[in-house]
């Protein structure tokens, strides 16, 4: 009898909040999990804890902002594999809420570095073990707040926060996605938002300083979905944990 592979995933900023959520739902899955995390220590033990219940994870200094620290991620994944099912781009960062007219370009790159330069930087350098792998999926996490339906509709709350960089971030990363989707039609795009957008909700993490209204469990229904779709399931969506949203 042939030992079943098992399914193997990358996860960005997975020391803590959602990223870590996931690694923790994916490892009781049985997948092994390449845990991400830019400051080695504290990946190291969020490592050590999913290992002691019982998970499968390799910690993998990450800070998708440096081409050095992700050709060095990848080269660590290597010794441990020659494919990648899933990876999923869920290190973001939120920025300074600045007014519109208050931004600066400075404000603005800093942000953009992790929630639009980074998921790029990483999908590039992994791909070609993505491609070695037979359904492969990447997550991006998304955001209401990147959607121009929700941002225009006057009764979403975000509508009301005046800001450009994080949106903007992330409607950026949301048109990425649908490209490489269209273009890699034998790697899965997708984007899921941990929130619930018709109900306004998000989930609390260090992000909102735990304002939100869901758990990290609930927060990352839409990511756990998207990144355990099969072959037929599919490519270029945005999804929250209730359903498909508008873009
Ligand atoms: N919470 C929500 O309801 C919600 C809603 C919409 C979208 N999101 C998105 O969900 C994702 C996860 O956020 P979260 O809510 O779980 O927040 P969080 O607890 O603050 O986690 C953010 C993660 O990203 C990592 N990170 C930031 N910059 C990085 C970099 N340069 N390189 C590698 N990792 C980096 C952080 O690492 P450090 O610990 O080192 O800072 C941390 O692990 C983000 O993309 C966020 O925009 C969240």
């Known amino acids: 009898m042939t030992a079943t592979r098992k399914t193997s995933v990358l996860i960005t900023g997975g020391n803590k909040g959602l990223g870590y959520e996931t690694a923790r739902r994916l490892g009781e899955q049985g997948w092994t999990i390449f845990l991400?995390?830019?400051?080695?220590?504290?990946?190291?033990?969020?490592?050590?804890?999913?290992?002691?219940?019982?998970?499968?994870?390799?910690?993998?200094p990450l800070d998708v902002t440096s081409d050095e620290s992700v050709a060095g991620a990848v080269r660590l994944v290597r010794e441990h594999t020659d494919r990648l099912d899933v990876l999923i781009n869920n290190a973001g960062a939120p920025g300074r809420v600045v007014a519109p007219a208050e931004a600066t370009v400075e404000e603005i790159h800093s942000v953009y570095e992790t929630n639009v330069y980074g998921p790029i930087?990483?999908?590039?350098?992994?791909?070609?073990?993505?491609q070695a792998a037979d359904n492969p999926r990447v997550v991006m996490v998304g955001s209401g707040g990147g959607s121009f339906a929700v941002v225009t509709d006057p009764a979403?709350?975000?509508?009301?926060?005046?800001?450009?960089?994080?949106?903007?971030?992330?409607?950026?990363?949301?048109?990425?996605?649908?490209?490489?989707?269209?273009?890699?039609p034998a790697v899965k795009f997708n984007v899921a938002t941990p929130g619930e957008i018709a109900n306004h909700r998000f989930a609390a993490t260090d992000m909102n300083r735990h304002t939100g209204q869901l758990t990290v469990t609930e927060g990352t229904d839409s990511i756990i979905r998207l990144a355990t779709v099969d072959a037929d399931g599919p490519t270029g969506i945005f999804v929250d944990r209730l359903g498909p949203v508008a873009w």
Do not use: C, F, N, W
Not at 121 to 130: I, K, S
Not at 156 to 183: D, N, W
């Open 36 to 60: 991400g995390s830019r400051d080695p220590v504290r990946g190291q033990a969020a490592a050590d804890k999913l290992t002691a219940g019982g998970a499968e994870v390799v910690m993998v």
């Open 156 to 184: 979403q709350p975000v509508s009301k926060m005046h800001e450009l960089a994080y949106s903007s971030s992330k409607a950026a990363l949301h048109m990425i996605t649908l490209r490489y989707a269209q273009a890699l």
């Open 121 to 130: 930087r990483v999908t590039h350098a992994v791909l070609p073990l993505l």
